[in-house]
């Protein structure tokens, strides 16, 4: 049995006065035209803007160095607002754990092995001697990432001289994104998804955490992974409370000024991703129709419609690295749009002939898994798999 999701608000006279006056309307989840394909490709933009500085070795100053850090990691955390959000929906729609899983595992594994096998000797050849030592080091470079749990970013001898030597940095994120896919099928398993209060308070937990960890350097790291997953969560908070969520460009706007503000002051600085990302949800479902024209124009629906944000993830940062260590680029202005260019083409054959083809052998595959999973139920007297998770209580 499919999974229902709550019911969206359909009429603006079920939305209070105050929230009218301000700008804000409900959400329709129903509406498959939205903006959120504008939205991630925009944030992975993002990241190929901050990191053409970083590579290039442009130093921020030291007054604006925490500036310099929350805006450079805009890009990445509201990955995760969206990602919550998004991943969550598939969740309350599919119809096993198996679904749930094969979903994730065909959306990041395929296309990730791809991108690996065709950049690593790729950067090998070209900006590297070649000896054996730098191929040794090549091969378990691709072991580890192909893992995802175990992420290295160098090969020895490759890139030799410049500011970075990391092949791959932005793939950091991805066992991360995987561990919350993680928890989340964990939340749904023990029936947490149906009661989203408790949801939505586990998710102001993490966040006091985060709060509590930050005032001590040496809590840097662990600080940095938890608010990943507050990130996530709250994603996902927002998402189990769609029908009743109100949104509006302008006030994530304000939210934003008012967190950064906040932040300023008490040096709390990571409450703005927060109100970013529900900025990022806002823009997402905003009716705007300059917004839905540039959603259109970007959809490419006339060379098939590629979803080309995976892609540029994937492939931005070793092409920003050999636009860098060939001297093609000398500057961050060249390498973002020499960038954007050539990731853009590596991105759509990813989409097309990578993501595509694999995310359509989702049913086959949980079929297989399913009627195997069946039979050993069956041969230990167990009963067969339930829906991933149940429609969220509607209840605060």
């Keep these: 049995m499919e999974v229902q999701e709550a019911q969206p608000i359909s009429s603006s006279s079920t939305v209070p006065r105050w929230a009218r006056v301000l700008g804000l309307s409900p959400i329709d989840a129903a509406d498959r035209d939205n903006n959120f394909y504008t939205v991630r490709l925009l944030l992975a933009a993002r990241v190929i803007f901050g ?45 096993t754990m198996t679904d749930y899983v094969a979903a994730r595992v065909l959306r990041i594994v395929p296309a990730l092995w791809v991108m690996l096998f065709v950049t690593v000797p790729l950067v090998v050849w070209l900006a590297s001697s070649g000896s054996q030592g730098t191929w040794m080091s090549a091969a378990r470079y691709l072991i580890e990432n192909m893992s995802i749990a175990f992420v290295t970013y ?8 410049l500011a970075n030597t990391a092949v791959n940095g932005s793939i950091w994120s991805l066992r991360w994104e995987v561990f919350c ?28 955490a985060l709060i509590v960890l930050t005032e001590s350097a040496s809590n840097e790291v662990l600080a940095g992974r938890i608010k990943l ?14 029908e009743k969520l109100l949104v509006g460009i302008w006030v994530g706007v304000l939210a934003v000024l008012v967190a950064g503000f906040v932040g300023y002051f008490t040096e709390v600085y990571d409450i703005v991703y927060y109100a970013f990302g529900y900025l990022l949800i806002s823009i997402s479902y905003a009716k705007s129709k300059t917004l839905k024209s540039v959603t259109r124009f970007l959809q490419f629906k006339k060379i098939g419609s590629p979803d080309l944000s995976y892609g540029i993830f994937l492939y931005a940062f070793p092409i920003q690295q050999l636009l860098y260590y060939h001297e093609i680029t000398n500057s961050p202005a060249a390498n973002i749009a020499c960038t954007i260019v050539l990731t853009t083409i ?28 069946s039979k050993l139920a069956s041969a230990l007297g167990r009963p067969q798999q339930q829906p991933a998770s149940s429609a969220p209580e509607n209840r605060n």
């Design 51 to 95: 990191h053409a500085f970083v590579l290039g070795g442009v130093a921020l100053e030291a007054g604006s160095a925490s500036f310099g850090r929350l805006y450079n990691s805009l890009g990445v955390n509201g990955f995760f607002v969206v990602s919550g959000f998004l991943v969550a929906k598939s969740l309350l729609s599919s119809r």
């Design 154 to 161: 160098q090969i020895d001898g490759v890139f030799a001289g």
């Design 181 to 208: 896919y993680a928890a989340l099928a964990l939340v749904a398993y023990v029936g947490l998804v149906r009661r989203r209060a408790l949801v939505a308070m586990m998710t102001v937990a993490l966040v006091v």
């Design 229 to 242: 997953c507050s990130l996530f969560f709250f994603g996902t908070t927002l998402a189990l409370y769609t």
């Design 346 to 373: 590596c991105a759509y054959f990813s989409s097309q002939y990578v993501e595509k083809p694999t995310a359509a052998l989702r049913g086959r595959v949980v079929r297989v898994v399913d009627g195997r999973l």
